[in-house]
């Protein structure tokens, strides 16, 4: 079946960094744009960074830009994105999703149609 699994989450000081990954199968996730999306507590899941399925096009939030970078790995039957956390900020503490979308190019979270369950990110001041 189709599985998105998120793994890297963890308690970290500010001005530390993390790397997720999400591993993607149980279809071809090669022709599909991914992204990664966070949701802290009491607030709405945002758009944090999005990669084309070529490679080719890459967004971020503002609030992230020049400090998280966002890759993947189309090789084998099963996709990996990346997300590179660095310098991180109290602020970025929340669970974060990874998501594929066939909708083509979208910050937004309701052109994706598979999601991982999470994994938790606590940054500490």
């Known amino acids: 079946q189709v599985q998105l699994v998120e793994s890297g989450g963890g308690l970290v000081q500010a001005g530390g960094s993390l790397r997720l990954s999400c591993a993607a199968s149980g279809r071809t996730f090669s022709p599909y744009n991914m992204g990664w999306f966070r949701q802290a507590p009491g607030k709405e899941r945002e758009f944090v960074a999005v990669i084309s399925w070529n490679n080719y096009y890459i967004d971020y939030a503002d609030s992230v830009k020049g400090r998280f970078t966002i890759s993947r790995d189309n090789a084998k039957s099963t996709v990996y994105l990346f997300l590179q956390m660095n310098s991180l900020r109290p602020e970025d503490t929340a669970v974060y999703y990874c998501?594929?979308?066939?909708?083509?190019?979208?910050?937004?979270?309701?052109?994706?149609?598979?999601w991982g369950q999470g994994t938790q990110v606590t940054v500490s001041s």
């Open positions: 998501a594929a979308s066939s909708s083509g190019w979208s910050v937004n979270s309701y052109d994706y149609d598979y």
